[in-house]
């Protein structure tokens, strides 16, 4: 099974900041890979596929980059709605598989 | 307006049995891979199985392969759970989503619970 492994595990920012997660694959995925984001008590809601394409309705400061073995989320300017957790998941190959999580939190 | 509706959830004595549900509307299910994600409390998200619109493939996470069923009813547009041999470690909330690939619809998901 392909690994997925994020980092930072946590992050602590302030609305206004530009933020990184970064998402490692244990072997190459191409670009497969999708970002989503989830709230307590919620369900995940998509954000990027295709390692860089924007879903429907996702604002425009989210974007996505990488492939191979080596991915990024990017938020350009941190808003108050997107302190969350943010998953990254492979679909190269089965099982797909997720990365464990990336906490952002308000600094 | 798709809508994703589980249910079935419940609590289960280990190594008992369950079946979960997931009601679809808003898009012609028949044609749409379908695929359960679960959370445990507290943790992240873990991929558990998926299947083709015709039904004809499957596949499943290699911490339920051979427990679980995964199926659907593309007449009544519904994709089901059979969960067997239930354990502990199998207590999440079970989401239902589209696709096989990027989710891009999920459901509100369906709690659970496997203790004694």
């Known amino acids: 099974d392909i690994q997925m492994t994020q980092s930072p595990s946590t992050l602590s920012a302030s609305v206004g900041d530009r933020v990184t997660i970064t998402c490692r694959a244990s072997?190459?995925?191409?670009?497969?890979l999708a970002w989503y984001q989830q709230k307590p008590g919620k369900a995940p809601n998509l954000l990027i596929y295709k390692a860089s394409s924007l879903d429907s309705g996702v604002p425009s400061r989210f974007s996505g980059s990488g492939s191979g073995t080596e991915f990024t989320l990017t938020i350009s300017s941190l808003q108050p709605d997107d302190f969350a957790t943010y998953y990254c998941q492979q679909y190269n190959s089965n099982p797909r598989t997720f990365g464990q999580g990336t906490k952002v939190e308000i600094k | 307006e798709v809508q994703l509706l589980e249910s079935g959830g419940g609590l289960v004595q280990p190594g008992g049995s369950l079946r979960v549900s997931c009601v679809v509307s808003?898009?012609?299910?028949?044609?749409?891979?379908m695929s359960w994600v679960r959370q445990a409390p507290g943790k992240g998200l873990e991929w558990v199985s998926g299947?083709?619109?015709?039904?004809?493939?499957?596949n499943y996470g290699d911490s339920v392969r051979g427990r679980f069923t995964i199926s659907r009813d593309n007449s009544r547009s519904t994709l089901y759970l059979q969960m067997n041999s239930l354990r502990a470690e199998d207590t999440a909330v079970y989401f239902c989503a589209t696709g096989w690939n990027a989710h891009d619809y999920w459901g509100q998901g369906t709690l659970v619970t496997v203790s004694s």
């Open positions: 808003g898009f012609t299910f028949n044609n749409y891979p």
């Open positions: 072997q190459s995925i191409g670009g497969w």
């Open positions: 299947i083709s619109g015709s039904g004809i493939t499957t």
